[in-house]
């Protein structure tokens, strides 16, 4: 299906707008964007497909774990990101497409850097969400990231919010 080219440029904008609040630890107001019945996902590396029944995943948020998520990541007790890290994230390669039923995919690929403590690590991998358009703008309704990487090594671990 042909997407209009300003509904394609909102929504590369709003993904731009999820990204810069992340970088700047607005974790509530980010997870403000998702809707009641949003979901926040992370598969285990090299298991995209994985059944969150069988596989133990990084990530496997709803909307009210998410609230509680960015409200604990925000707090001095969660020494491993406080003082926070220092992040910058880029989304590259946007694809957007809207279903019959107004549902808008949008799928990138991702470079997440994080400095903390004078050390760099890089996350990368693939992004997807499902959005819906509501009163309030777009809304995140799923958001899967892949992580293209072999291991966590060196980072040893996810203490952000890829």
């Not at 707008?17 to 979901?39: C, I, P, R, S, Y």
């Not at 496997?60 to 509680?68: F, I, K, M």
């Not at 291991?151 to 996810?158: E, V, Y």
Request: hydrophobic share 40%; glycine share 4%; proline share 4%.
């Amino acid at each position: 299906m042909i997407m209009q080219s300003d509904l394609k440029h909102e929504v590369i904008d709003f993904l731009y707008h999820e990204a810069k609040l992340l970088d700047q630890w607005k974790l509530v107001e980010w997870a403000n964007l998702f809707a009641e019945n949003g979901t926040y996902i992370i598969p285990p590396i090299g298991e995209p497909e994985a059944n969150p029944l069988t596989s133990l995943f990084y990530i496997h948020d709803d909307r009210a774990r998410l609230e509680e998520r960015a409200k604990r990541l925000l707090k001095k007790e969660a020494h491993v990101e406080y003082p926070h890290s220092t992040t910058l994230r880029n989304y590259h390669n946007i694809i957007v497409k809207i279903t019959d039923n107004n549902t808008i995919h949008a799928d990138c690929n991702f470079t997440t850097y994080r400095t903390k403590r004078e050390v760099l690590d890089i996350f990368l991998g693939t992004a997807s969400f499902v959005l819906k358009e509501s009163k309030k703008g777009f809304m995140i309704e799923h958001k899967k990231v892949v992580l293209q990487l072999d291991s966590l090594r060196p980072q040893g671990k996810i203490s952000l919010i890829l």
